[in-house]
């Protein structure tokens, strides 16, 4: 019998013993085929313990010789780079705080009163424009996004700020703050100027209310003009404001532009005033403590609703 005869038969015999073996364990009860699979895991287990020790070790020395081919200078750009993903981060987090603060704003600004019918843009302050004559900021919106010479723009008064230290935060007149109106000057697609409130070209109509610790209710017209700025600080007057209201320190300075604005919303807060000598009828209304504090705006709302001037002639 040859050598290839033999191994045919022995290869056969294996088959055999193999597919009887399997029927065996078919036709054999529950119990037994239990009994020899944990007679096999238990024989199995001291080569596959013998398999894991000694791929362990192989793996650690494999990796450690992958990290001894990085020179100094690899493992330091990579330091570099982790530092670098982890000043990334921060920054995106803080862009999403960002943009939640702006979401919880506009929320805040349809909630109140008459603002929901109102079409604005956001804008961001990109730098101030100012100058001896002139109070202006700049932003990075402009007619691309229908902004308009002579729009009011608005904003959110801060929660620290006086105004709202001892007065209650949901009265509307003071949780928002008028900063100025879009001028004609630097207007582009993507660029705009606020003229501020303090400019000394800024002229429009306003109401003095009395303040909320006052039981008097009356409604004084008149006129702000800016001053400009002193001791760093925004300076604007009141005008042909009539002696015969009780005008006191305290009182609030509202913008009234009824075809713009559908509430009055505050300027100021009058520190003190006195008597206009020239006229005698009139008070002198000179010391307004702003409701903003311009240098501090990152962003404003631009009012877009069509609109007419509200602005009277000087003369």
Request: with cysteine.
């Amino acid at each position: 019998m040859s050598w290839q005869h033999h191994r045919k038969l022995t290869t056969r015999q294996i088959f055999t013993l193999l597919m009887a073996g399997t029927i065996f364990c078919l036709i054999m009860p529950h119990r037994m085929t239990a009994r020899f699979d944990s007679f096999g895991a238990q024989a199995i287990s001291p080569f596959t313990k013998f398999l894991r020790n000694v791929a362990l070790p192989a793996r650690q020395t494999l990796r450690q010789q992958g990290l001894s081919t990085l020179s100094l200078k690899d493992i330091q750009n990579l330091q570099q780079e982790y530092v670098s993903l982890k000043y990334q981060n921060v920054n995106l987090q803080q862009a999403l705080n960002q943009k939640n603060n702006q979401i919880d704003q506009l929320t805040h600004l349809k909630q109140i009163h008459g603002m929901d019918r109102l079409h604005y843009v956001m804008a961001r302050v990109t730098g101030s424009d100012s100058d001896s004559k002139h109070q202006s900021l700049k932003l990075d919106q402009g007619t691309h996004q229908f902004i308009q010479p002579g729009q009011l723009v608005i904003c959110h008064t801060p929660p620290q700020s006086p105004l709202t230290a001892d007065r209650n935060t949901n009265n509307q007149i003071y949780s928002m703050a008028v900063v100025g109106r879009i001028s004609q000057e630097n207007l582009g697609p993507r660029t705009s100027c606020i003229q501020l409130l303090n400019d000394p070209g800024f002229y429009m109509p306003v109401v003095i209310v009395p303040g909320p610790n006052r039981n008097e209710n009356f409604t004084a017209q008149g006129f702000l003009q800016g001053r400009g700025l002193k001791e760093m600080t925004a300076q604007f007057e009141v005008k042909r404001v009539p002696s015969t209201y009780n005008i006191e320190p305290g009182d609030a300075v509202l913008i009234h532009a009824p075809n713009i604005l559908p509430i009055d919303m505050v300027a100021g807060i009058i520190k003190d005033r006195t008597y206009d000598e020239k006229t005698a009828i009139e008070w002198k209304i000179q010391n307004i403590q702003p409701a903003l504090n311009f240098n501090d705006l990152q962003e404003v709302y631009v009012i877009v609703n069509p609109q007419t001037s509200d602005s009277p002639n000087k003369n």
